[in-house]
């Protein structure tokens, strides 16, 4: 595009600017010219409509016939030998690359030196003006982000490379093209683009966006990010362009790095917009430090009301020719600086509740929160406990609530400070997996569709596949949700109709890992009582419990038809949890599983007393905090394989605290007080290996 380039809105000729068709003549009756001519008509006006949604917040078009635009261009690129370089169709994403290249930057992506007491801020206007006098001050927020280099030549998009150490990035380009709001052309409309320019923005995932995202992935049964920099900087680095396509960034550009000469940064801020670059609207020129502490007093007032998270603000010094005078130290200018926000603490905003469907049909609900630090940790999601809760607290999204961490672990919502919405949040009626109805049973909700939810049977088949279950290597979460979806499982005892041939036919297996899988299942046809009581899910029941009640019966089928007083006569089995036992063997369901997987060839085994290892008879552990290499449940079902205890709180008669990371803070002092010894993660191995456990 020629540096005069005239904004692309001027051209009434192009037919899809104004009122665009959202219907086309089949692209076989067109001839090459005519494809290419409507193509470049395309691309004009996507970027025209582009430029109008997210920087000059102001479309013309619905989204309807905006996606018919896209759509069209889709379809002539594919079907005629056109140039795709820069086009809007990048934006679902390229091929995958190996590996992500290093890039030096064109000019180098220095720091801010930042602090949140006012007196360093004062100090830093005192230097400043020693230096040059009396100066205005550009203040904008920090965003909370990732910073990323962008250039251009002759307008187009040419690279895009991350901060790195500020001398050297990781090569994003493939990435950072599928972004709506970075332009693929720069317009070039009251000012001429360069024919070179690297820019200077800052990648970031809007709140509303990231709270649906997470809402989505816990609705999966996935982990949500823990806040909008991570997910944003795990997104940038993907290797395939079409995982960023699915995902919600967006883009904020605040300075030239090279190309571009101004006057003063307030020049520059107005120039980025007209060359198409969407810029911050909270950006404000002030006359002194008093003005830019109030800024940023006044920006902290309204945190919660702003679409992206923020850290603090930057004050840069407005004058570009006191900024060369000023200089910079080998990491960072001497004419800007940061003032901080304090940290978020305990209080925080519900952005949205998700439901998630768990391995039994219980629905939980999970508030998503705008990340907050609570004991040292940040946290972006936690417990409602039920729907019952949800209408005690009277929790609606978009309330203040106070957070805490229960038993120093998993938080909570304790109570709601300020209430912001009308009405409260209504519990589902139908599953957000399957819409199968909801059940209600006390304070509890489940979802009526059993193992015909694709959820319940995803989470049953992943607890029956894991180290807790029947260990079964070769089935991770990934390759089950793959199974469902083609077909393959419909049901849980499926897995064992599973053949070679049915998985090689599949993208991503090869002949050794269905073989592999199939030989895995095959070997897992005789399992321990115990583990097959705990791979089944049967509410409440854990290894401990398992291991319980397969020594106390000794075969499946006594377990099966055990009435509610023998179960209450097993250790460790209370009323409610018999209740529960009693409940799932009642299931025509669960029976019709247990016999289908017996037809199979499934059939449990009891160990003799002699058959159960005894290498850590005697001890009782207590596990707090996140363990790397294994669940707690699954660490908990390893020692008491091996013949030890283990409980859920620290007493006298706890022999090892095993440590992970975050541990709790109560476990560790009761540990203190009864001078029980603490075993961070490494040092547990080290015992298991000192007593021939095979972990």
């Known amino acids: 595009m020629p540096a005069d380039a005239a904004d692309a809105d001027t051209d009434t000729d ?51 016939t905006y996606d018919a635009l896209f759509s069209r261009l889709v379809d002539l690129e594919d079907a005629f030998p056109l140039p795709t370089e820069n086009s809007p169709t990048r934006r679902v994403g390229g091929e995958p690359v190996e590996e992500l290249a290093n890039v030096d930057h064109v000019a180098p992506m220095l720091s801010i030196d930042s602090s949140g007491e006012v007196a360093d801020v004062r100090a830093f206007d005192e230097r400043v003006r020693s230096a040059v006098g009396d100066v205005e001050y550009l203040c904008e927020p920090k965003f909370d982000g990732l910073s990323i280099e962008v250039v251009y030549e002759d307008g187009e998009y040419e690279r895009a490379v991350t901060r790195g150490d500020g001398e050297t990035g990781d090569d994003v380009t493939s990435t950072v093209e599928t972004i709506g709001s970075v332009p693929g052309r720069l317009r070039g409309s009251r000012r001429a683009v360069p024919d070179f320019v690297a820019v200077r923005g800052e990648i970031y995932i809007p709140r509303s966006d990231f709270q649906t995202m997470n809402r989505e992935r816990v609705e999966r049964g996935d982990d949500p990010f823990a806040n909008p920099r991570n997910a944003a900087a795990g997104t940038l680095r993907q290797l395939d362009p079409t995982v960023a396509a699915r995902r919600p960034l967006a883009c904020f550009f605040f300075e030239t790095l090279a190309g571009a000469a101004f006057d003063t940064h307030a020049d520059q801020r107005e120039a980025l917009p007209d060359w198409g670059l969407r810029t911050d609207e909270e950006t404000e020129l002030v006359s002194g430090i008093d003005e830019a502490i109030a800024y940023r007093d006044d920006l902290l007032g309204r945190r919660e009301e702003l679409e992206y998270e923020t850290d603090g603000v930057v004050f840069k010094v407005n004058d570009r020719a006191k900024n060369e005078e000023l200089g910079t130290t080998s990491r960072a200018p001497r004419w800007a600086y940061a003032y901080k926000f304090p940290a978020r603490t305990e209080v925080t905003t519900i952005g949205s509740v998700a439901v998630q469907v768990g391995r039994t049909g219980r629905l939980p609900p999970v508030a998503l929160l705008d990340p907050v630090e609570v004991g040292g940790v940040t946290v972006s999601r936690a417990s409602l406990h039920n729907p019952e809760e949800i209408e005690r607290l009277g929790v609606a999204i978009g309330d203040r609530v106070r957070i805490e961490r229960a038993g120093d672990v998993i938080p909570q919502v304790v109570e709601v400070i300020e209430e912001r919405s009308e009405s409260t949040f209504s519990f589902p009626e139908e599953c957000p997996v399957c819409a199968s109805p909801v059940e209600r049973e006390g304070p509890l909700a489940y979802c009526s569709g059993g193992l015909a939810c694709p959820a319940q049977l995803q989470r049953a088949i992943e607890h029956y596949a894991s180290r807790v279950g029947l260990d079964i290597e070769g089935l991770g979460e990934e390759r089950i949700d793959q199974l469902i979806d083609v077909g393959l499982i419909e049901f849980l005892p499926d897995l064992y109709a599973l053949d070679e041939g049915d998985l090689t036919d599949l993208e991503g297996w090869g002949e050794r890992s269905a073989s592999g899988l199939v030989a895995e299942l095959d070997a897992a046809k005789e399992p321990p009582l115990e583990d097959f009581l705990a791979a089944l899910g049967v509410p409440e029941v854990g290894p401990t419990t398992a291991t319980a009640l ?93 013949g030890a205890s283990s409980t859920g709180s620290v007493s006298g008669n706890t022999d090892y605290l095993v440590c992970g990371e975050s541990p709790g803070a109560r476990k560790r002092e009761a540990a203190g007080e009864h001078d029980v010894p603490e075993l961070d993660e490494g040092g547990f191995e080290t015992l298991l290996a000192d007593r021939g456990v095979d972990a």
């Open 14 to 64: 192009n037919p899809y600017l104004r009122d665009p068709p959202t219907e086309f003549k089949p692209v076989e009756t067109l001839s090459d010219e005519d494809a290419r001519s409507q193509a470049t008509r395309l691309r004009e006006a996507i970027y025209e409509h582009d430029h109008r949604y997210y920087v000059a917040n102001d479309p013309v078009i619905g989204d309807r």
């Open 550 to 642: 397969a020594r106390e019966f000794g075969s499946l089928d006594a377990v099966i038809d055990a009435d509610t007083e023998a179960l209450e006569g097993v250790p460790d089995v209370g009323p409610r949890v018999a209740a529960e036992i009693r409940e799932f063997f009642d299931s025509e369901r669960n029976r019709e599983a247990i016999a289908a997987l017996r037809e199979y060839g499934v059939e449990p085994r009891v160990e003799t007393v002699d058959d159960v290892p005894d290498a850590l008879a005697g001890l009782t552990f207590v596990f707090t905090g996140a363990l790397s290499d294994r669940t707690r449940e699954e660490a908990e079902a390893l020692v008491e394989r091996y």
